[in-house]
C-alpha cells in the first residue's frame, strides 16, 4: 500500500525524485542546526588539471577548518570537480574531525613553538586588548579555536598546508596549570595552603 502512495499517477517518476531531495536538504538543516553554531573558514583553494583526450579536465581541493571558538576545531581537504563541492566535503569532513584544545581565557597559557615539514610557527600570550597578530593562515586556526589575544610569527615555508598544520601542533602542546600539576601529582588546594602557611 505505501507503494502504491509514492507512485506519480502522470508518471515519470519525478515526484519521487523531488521527495528525496526535499528529504536531503530537511536533514542537511537538521544537522547545522544541531549543536553549537561552527565558524567556517576556507583557508586554500588549489586547483590541479589533468591532460585527456578531450582536453583538460580540472579538479579542485579546498582547506577548511570549523570550530566552535571555545577551544574545539576540525581540520580537512575537500576535493571534487568543482569549487563549491570541494569547500562542501571539506566542511564535513571537518565536522566528523572534531578535537579539543587546552586553553581558558582569553589567551593561550604559555609561549609555545611548533614546525610541520619547512614550516615554523611561534605563538606567545598576549594581554587583554591585543588581539590576534598573525598572518591570515594562523589567524583562521587561531580564530576557528576562539584565541582573542596572541602574538605569532610564522618562520620557513609559506605554504598554507603546512602553516596550519604546524600551528595546531603549537596548540595540541598547550597544557593549563591544573593539568600540569595533575600530571606532576600535586593537589593545587594544597600546594596552596602549604605556601600561606609557610607565609
Not at 538543516?29 to 586547483?47: A, C, M, Y
Not at 570541494?86 to 564535513?92: K, P, T, V
Request: proline letters at 3%; charged letters at 30%.
Amino acid at each position: 500500500m505505501s507503494e502504491a502512495k509514492n507512485i506519480n499517477p502522470r508518471g515519470g517518476g519525478r515526484q519521487g525524485r523531488s521527495q528525496r531531495r526535499s528529504y536531503d536538504q530537511k536533514r542537511s538543516e537538521f544537522d547545522q542546526d544541531r549543536g553549537p553554531e561552527l565558524h567556517e573558514k576556507v583557508v586554500f583553494i588549489n586547483r590541479s588539471s589533468k591532460v585527456v583526450k578531450g582536453g583538460r579536465r580540472f579538479n579542485f581541493s579546498a582547506l577548511v577548518i570549523v570550530g566552535d571558538r571555545d577551544g574545539k576545531y576540525g581540520l580537512a581537504l575537500g576535493k571534487a570537480n568543482e569549487v563549491a563541492d570541494a569547500i562542501r566535503r571539506g566542511n564535513e569532513l571537518a565536522r566528523m574531525r572534531m578535537e579539543k584544545i587546552s586553553y581558558k581565557g582569553h589567551t593561550i597559557p604559555h609561549e609555545v613553538s611548533a614546525a610541520y615539514d619547512g614550516a615554523r610557527v611561534l605563538l606567545r600570550p598576549a594581554s587583554e586588548g591585543t588581539g590576534v597578530i598573525a598572518g591570515k593562515t594562523v589567524r583562521a586556526v587561531l580564530d576557528a579555536v576562539g584565541v582573542k589575544d596572541v602574538l605569532s610569527k610564522s618562520m620557513g615555508s609559506n605554504n598554507p598546508a603546512n602553516v596550519v598544520k604546524a600551528t595546531i601542533a603549537a596548540l595540541k602542546k598547550l597544557r593549563t596549570r591544573d593539568e600540569v600539576l595533575s600530571v606532576r601529582g600535586i593537589n593545587r588546594k594544597q600546594k596552596e595552603e602549604v605556601t600561606n602557611t609557610e607565609v
